[in-house]
């Protein structure tokens, strides 16, 4: 059984710093990213990194975000600097398998004041 389990985000002050993580068991991934939800809006992709390739940003956290993952681990981090008000949303955590089946985490808030 495939299960994600999120954890960090919070509240932080704008120009703050957070960071993400993520562990996917019972299966093998060739893709892990995270996407975000802000009220009123659609889920949006913010990271995502295939197993030994290079990881793909959304124009509006390039430069801001880092992507990593441990393959030995099953764990993909996502580390957020500089953050924004515009950054605040429900972050989800997302695997993709083989088969280009997702999965999704619960989600975990991330708050940014200005």
């Known amino acids: 059984q495939v299960q994600l389990v999120e954890s960090g985000g919070g509240l932080v002050q704008a120009g703050g710093s957070l960071k993400l993580s993520c562990t996917a068991s019972?299966?093998?991934?060739?893709?892990l990213g995270w996407y975000r939800q802000a009220p009123g809006k659609q889920r949006e992709l913010v990271a995502a990194?295939?197993?030994?390739?290079?990881?793909n940003y959304a124009d509006s956290v390039k430069g801001r975000f880092f992507i990593s993952r441990d393959n030995a681990r099953n764990t993909v981090e996502l580390q957020m600097s500089s953050l924004k008000p515009e950054d605040t949303a429900i972050y989800y955590c997302?695997?993709?398998?083989?088969?280009?089946?997702?999965?999704w985490g619960q989600g975990t808030q991330v708050t940014v004041s200005s």
């Open positions: 019972g299966g093998i991934f060739k893709i």
């Open positions: 990194i295939p197993s030994g390739g290079r990881p």
């Open positions: 997302k695997a993709t398998n083989r088969w280009s089946f997702d999965y």
